[in-house]
């Protein structure tokens, strides 16, 4: 399974290890950084990611930030893609298996490398239930595709009546 990796400054040193971790369990990794403590918006690295993900560079992703919140809500303003925040191994199991996410998010400032290879395992070891919940992951895509084709855009303050 070739996995995207990426980070924002917060991140690099969890970044580091669960790339290694990745390698050594045989997974061919695509790190889109970043590679130092140096200042890096984390909405430019979960952009790229969402899109080489959305356009079939790589079969599942992970990105990392302090709190894992910002590179999820990033990621999910790309069309198609599910991004989810998970800091605990139930969390990483019920991404993909609920909700077919492609991107599992973590927070570097909650938790420690030794949970975190936990949670990736657990992610990238899940599969999609598309019985149990196959209905309900149509319903979001539908949404999405509803929302584009109208031109309305869910992220933008609408006007009050």
Do not use: W
């Amino acid at each position: 399974m070739k996995v995207a990796l990426g980070c924002d400054n917060n991140g690099v040193m969890l970044k580091e290890t669960i790339k290694e971790f990745l390698q050594s369990n045989n997974y061919e990794v695509i790190d889109y950084g970043c590679h130092s403590c140096e200042n890096v918006d984390y909405p430019d690295v979960a952009f790229q990611v969402a899109k080489d993900i959305s356009e079939g560079a790589a079969e599942r992703g992970i990105l990392i930030c302090g709190t894992g919140i910002g590179v999820a809500i990033a990621a999910c303003k790309y069309p198609g893609i599910r991004a989810a925040c998970c800091h605990d191994i139930y969390s990483a199991e019920r991404a993909q298996k609920s909700n077919n996410a492609q991107i599992m998010t973590m927070g570097a400032q909650i938790v420690g490398p030794e949970l975190a290879k936990k949670l990736v395992e657990a992610y990238l070891n899940s599969t999609f239930e598309e019985a149990r919940s196959g209905r309900k992951v149509q319903k979001i895509i539908d949404k999405e595709k509803e929302l584009l084709a109208a031109g309305i855009d869910e992220t933008q303050p609408q006007a009050c009546s």
